[in-house]
């Protein structure tokens, strides 16, 4: 991986991190021929030009757009979870099953407000590359509930899953032609029914993954694949 600002004049220099990862893992030389990503779309094919034991850079032979990518922009708001583990392991599944942005969301039953953006940037290049993927998805700085209401993708929809209110099931609503939806998952205790009154009067369509209670990480990775199997084939 290397963002934009490595590329000049159909040279790439590859950032100190990955420069070592190609010499000291990869053991790769001059000469050799490596895949770059920038996160922005791009796919790169290289020939290493200049190995020493800091610099890493090659010569662009190709590039190709949007590779390994969907062809529709969903993004999922995810509830900051107590355990920054399972918030973790959902970006990473989510960069895997191709979604385009994440919005930590704060609401009224969330109890933690921040999470250690570094390591998070750290785990969706990881699983970029892992996957084949040509774009980063975008990380948001955590979000408040009523803020996001304001979103205005032509799809809304609000995951709940209490019992006793009439619910439609997520898949019956997609199509292959969306080309953008919002997807909210709620922290551990839920969504209020405040919130959830909110959001219906903003727009959003409450719906249901099933009669199960799953975990908010798991829902929202059930969300994602949902719109992965209607789109992408
Ligand atoms: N005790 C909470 C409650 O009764 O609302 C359970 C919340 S659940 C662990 C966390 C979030 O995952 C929910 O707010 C909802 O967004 C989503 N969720 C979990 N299971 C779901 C289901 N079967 N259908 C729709 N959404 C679900």
Redesign the pocket.
């Known amino acids: 991986y290397a963002p934009p600002d490595a590329f000049q004049n159909g040279w790439v220099r590859l950032p100190e991190e990955e420069a070592h990862h190609a010499l000291r893992v990869l053991r790769h030389r001059t000469g050799d021929e490596v895949i770059v990503v920038d996160g922005v779309g791009g796919w790169h094919r290289l020939r290493l030009e200049q190995v020493d034991r800091r610099t890493v850079q090659g010569r662009i032979l190709e590039t190709r757009y949007e590779v390994g990518e969907p062809s529709y922009r969903l993004t999922i708001g995810l ?1 900051l979870l107590k355990q920054t583990a399972r918030f973790e392991t959902f970006l990473e599944k989510a960069v895997e099953l191709g979604v385009h942005a994440i919005v930590p969301l704060i609401t009224a039953r969330t109890e933690r407000t921040h999470f250690r953006l570094d390591r998070a940037r750290r785990l969706l290049i990881a699983a970029m590359k892992q996957c084949g993927r040509s774009r980063l998805p975008a990380l948001h700085a955590p979000r408040s509930f009523t803020d996001i209401l304001n979103a205005s993708e032509p799809l809304r929809l ?5 019992p006793g209110r009439p ?1 439609q099931r ?1 898949h019956a609503l997609l199509q292959p032609a969306i080309e953008e939806a919002l997807v ?8 209020t029914e405040q919130e959830v009154q909110q959001a219906e009067a903003a727009g959003f369509q409450l ?10 990480e ?3 990775l ?2 994602a694949s949902a719109f992965l199997l209607c789109q992408e084939m």
């Open positions: 509830a609000l995951c709940h899953e209490q619910r997520l909210l998952i709620g922290p551990e205790g839920g969504f719906v249901s993954l099933g009669a199960r209670r799953l975990r908010a798991t829902a929202a059930v969300a």
